[in-house]
């Protein structure tokens, strides 16, 4: 069965450059989530879409941005990164009121 | 606020004993509960869920949880444990948006698992 694809699985990149990290949600999915584990912490909710809107937003810097797009992948854009940006980013996606989330495998992202 | 606690930083069991990890909750209004499982550098995998309906949710590996309304709790469990459960897992509560589409998963800070031979 498909799954969640995120892209790139690793980024490596320097303190004040800017990152995407992408999102294909299983098909049929119109909802894609947005979360952050640092080393050793629970995920963190940073933004989700439903139908190419923003639909809630948790704990997501303002250097931080997102969308969905027209086939419903998403792209989360990062600029001027921090080392404390350095985490596992994943992406959940699920269809309105299932009440399942499929998780991605994540995007391991480090800042030097 | 809506959130879950996972009160055990690590729980230790021998391999064949049965186990137990901790999750309890703080929503308003009906709490739709889930159970993820991360291996090192590994997504979160489903384990199970509780929505509505019986209290006791059997999920993937053997694993169940049974929810507690009076408790506000829904502890994991399985019957016999095995090395190849060691990992860490995490409780989480489906909180509600302005716009119930998008809703996201607010998660507990997770409790490692540790299954000896």
């Known amino acids: 069965a498909a799954g969640v694809i995120q892209s790139p699985r690793h980024l490596i990149k320097e303190k004040r450059e800017t990152a995407t990290l992408k999102c294909y949600p299983i098909p049929r999915h119109d909802t894609v989530y947005w979360y952050q584990q640092g080393p050793g912490q629970d995920p963190q909710f940073l933004i989700s879409f439903y139908e190419k809107m923003q639909s809630d937003k948790g704990s997501i810097p303002d250097r931080f941005s997102a969308q969905q797009f027209s086939d419903y992948h998403s792209e989360l854009n990062m600029s001027s990164l921090e080392l404390g940006d350095s985490a596992l980013y994943f992406c959940?996606?699920?269809?309105?009121?299932?009440?399942?989330?499929?998780f991605g495998s994540g995007t391991r992202l480090t800042v030097v | 606020a809506q959130s879950v606690a996972q009160p055990e930083d690590q729980v230790n069991v021998a391999e064949g004993n049965p186990l137990t990890v901790k999750c309890t909750y703080s929503?308003?209004?009906?709490?739709?509960l889930f159970w993820y499982v991360q291996y090192p550098n590994r997504g979160l995998q489903f384990l199970l869920k509780?929505?509505?309906?019986?209290?006791l949710v059997k999920g993937s590996y053997g694993f169940e949880a049974e929810f507690n309304k009076s408790q506000t709790s829904f502890h994991l469990k399985k019957p016999s444990a095995l090395v190849s459960d060691s990992a860490l897992y995490f409780c989480a509560v489906r909180v509600l948006a302005l716009n119930q589409a998008g809703t996201a998963l607010i998660f507990g800070k997770g409790t490692t698992l540790s299954v000896s031979s």
């Open positions: 929503v308003s209004g009906n709490p739709y």
């Open positions: 959940a996606s699920s269809l309105p009121g299932n009440y399942g989330y499929t």
């Open positions: 509780y929505i509505t309906g019986d209290n």
